[in-house]
């Protein structure tokens, strides 16, 4: 069998290195360095929180946590896998009772949420600031983040060394049909390349590809950014979500920080966040953590993406109705997400068997919530952003 993979994100590496493993011919491609989209601007955040609906959206996400540990044993490399827990802190009534009742839905999940007095928090990690104004603290032990482009650079060298092909700085210009079938994509230097099955984890460029096919399918959520400093800024050990504001370790004392203030200054006509913006991002950071001098940190990258972001928030992936040969992959918890359905899309293309655990995920609901009047509304936007159809074929 012969695959081509088109996005070369944490999904599609995913994907790609779990197809080689099980023996197909598989070409993965992205328009530029793999990772540079919206994988570069995650905060990469390893979570099952507070995604109880459906039911099978949380287990899926609770699963490939624990999955993700299984691809760092067979890569023979964890580096890029951190585990250290998530403490998240409120500091208004009504935002702790919403936490309080996301700790009492995750208990009855069996997913572990513990509420800390807001004086011991620092006992948890030394450098969390505890504020006057803090009302509650909820730690997810099993919550972590990854590294993503360590994990890349480990994905792909494992696929390569297993026969796959990856082709950077290319651009897929369209789809291509044999008597009803995609069977070939046409690149944007005139070359063609054949398979026996495409799959589509272009993130919030599916759209683009699908409509060379007829199909209207929006992807594309809001414009979010992260910020990570330089070395040596702080020593904090979890990550952490404070009001207003989300931090994470990195390497070398760097952390990451975000924030949906910052996303709403995005400058997109030079796609950068002013220096204000990152200054106020630091002195934040600094407000919640005692070891950080604002003084003496700098933004040493930035990285700015449109969030893959399906109609209904859910993970969209599955052959697509109407398009045989086409497999789509899309979904808001990429990196949380990707090693199980990674695994699931690589099983279910080589082997032709359907996979239960994604059976409401599947592409056909989309369309069928399109046709019926569903609105696409992104939570991240101020505003639902278009009425649909966005999906129809």
Not at 116 to 133: F, I, T
Not at 178 to 195: I, M, P, Q, T, Y
Not at 268 to 293: K, N, Y
Request: proline share 6%; net charge negative.
């Amino acid at each position: 069998m012969k695959a081509i993979v088109i996005g070369a994100g944490v999904l599609g590496t995913s994907v790609t290195y779990q197809l080689a493993k099980r023996g197909v011919d598989v070409t993965l491609i992205d328009k530029g360095l793999p990772g540079a989209a919206a994988s570069a601007a995650s905060f990469a955040w390893l979570n099952a929180n507070d995604k109880g609906e459906p039911p099978a959206y949380h287990d899926l996400n609770a699963m490939s946590i624990a999955e993700w540990t299984v691809v760092a044993r067979e890569l023979g490399t964890s580096s890029w896998l951190r585990r250290e827990g998530n403490l998240h802190i409120v500091d208004n009534a009504t935002d702790a009772a919403a936490l309080a009742l996301t700790v009492e839905r995750s208990r009855a999940l069996g997913y572990a949420a513990v509420p800390l007095p807001v004086s011991g928090l620092s006992a948890l990690d030394p450098v969390v600031r505890v504020r006057p104004e803090y009302e509650l603290g909820v730690f997810f032990p099993d919550e972590g983040h990854i590294t993503v482009p360590v994990l890349l650079h480990d994905l792909l060298g494992a696929a390569q060394l297993l026969g796959a092909t990856v082709r950077h700085s290319t651009p897929v210009a369209r789809l291509l049909l044999d008597k009803g079938r995609v069977s070939a994509v046409a690149l944007d230097s005139g070359e063609e390349l054949k398979a026996d099955i495409v799959v589509l984890a272009a993130g919030a460029g599916i759209g683009e590809l699908l409509a060379t096919q007829g199909v209207e399918a929006r992807t594309q959520g809001t414009l979010g950014v992260s910020v990570t400093t330089s070395p040596g800024a702080s020593n904090l050990s979890t990550m952490l979500h404070l009001p207003r504001l989300s931090v994470r370790p990195d390497s070398d004392g760097r952390i990451v920080v975000r924030s949906f203030a910052a996303d709403k200054q995005i400058d997109t006509a030079s796609w950068t966040l002013p220096d204000e913006a990152v200054r106020d991002l630091i002195a934040q950071a600094a407000e919640g953590l005692t070891d950080l001098d604002p003084a003496l940190v700098e933004a040493e990258r930035i990285r700015i993406a449109h969030r893959p972001y399906p109609l209904d928030g859910l993970p969209v992936i599955g052959e697509w109705e109407g398009l045989p040969g086409l497999y789509v992959m899309t979904m808001h918890s990429g990196v949380t997400l990707a090693a199980i359905t990674g695994r699931l899309a690589a099983e279910e293309i080589s082997n032709g068997e359907k996979s239960s655990l994604l059976n409401e995920f599947r592409p056909q609901r989309l369309v069928e919530a399109a046709a019926a009047g569903a609105v696409y509304s992104d939570p991240y936007a101020d505003r639902e952003v278009a009425p649909v159809s966005q999906l129809r074929s």
